[in-house]
Structure formats: C-alpha cells, structure tokens
C-alpha cells in the first residue's frame, strides 16, 4: 500500500524557514503529480502546492511567492521549501498523490510562533 512519510516540520519564528520532505512508498513515482496540504484543528485540508508529473507547479494564493513545492524522482520525494514563515502557516502538512487519494500519512508539524 502507498504511505507517505513526512518530516521537516519544528518550531521557528515569523519570517525563518523550514523545508519539509515527503517520502512516497510503494508508488510509481515518477508518473503522477503531489499535493501538500495543511490542517489546523476543526478545519478542513487546504490546498498549499502541487507540482504535476512533468515538473510544472500550482500554488496557494497565501504562500505564492514564499513556498517552493519540487520533486526528486530518484528519491520517490516530494518538497516543499517554506520561506517567510508566518504564524498563519502554523499547522500540520500532509502529502498526497494528485488525482489519488490514499490512507494519509502521519503528517509534519509547523510551528510558526515568536
């Protein structure tokens, strides 16, 4: 079965950065686009960034200009640089398979707190 494995996330201050990666299992990798998304408690998923097979992205309009989604085929991973950091990033980042939904994995918590 698929399952993704996040990490990167911490705690850090307005304006630091974070990077955070998502290693895909058991998947073809290479083949399909990924999403990041990003939950607070009692909210729904939101939509961050996704990058599609052949490289090209899509962003949120809140983090467009600060977030950096990229791919390394070879490492079945998935990216998602994270510049500028404000306290309204704050919440716990998820990675999917674009046009696929699977089991979610375990998420990567990103503080953003002075």
């Known amino acids: 079965q698929v399952q993704f494995v996040e990490s990167g996330g911490g705690l850090v201050q307005p304006g630091e950065s974070l990077k955070l990666s998502c290693e895909v299992y058991?998947?073809?990798?290479?083949?399909?686009?990924f999403t990041w998304y990003r939950q607070t408690p009692g909210q729904q998923r939101e939509l961050v960034a996704r990058i599609l097979h052949d490289g090209s992205t899509t962003y949120a309009e809140s983090v467009k200009g600060r977030f950096t989604i990229s791919r390394d085929n070879s490492k079945d991973t998935v990216f998602l640089q994270m510049d500028s950091l404000k306290e309204e990033d704050t919440a716990t980042y998820y990675c999917?398979?674009?046009?696929?939904?699977?089991?979610w994995g375990q998420g990567t918590q990103v503080t953003v707190s002075s």
């Open positions: 058991n998947f073809v990798f290479v083949n399909y686009g």
């Open positions: 999917q398979v674009y046009e696929r939904w699977y089991d």
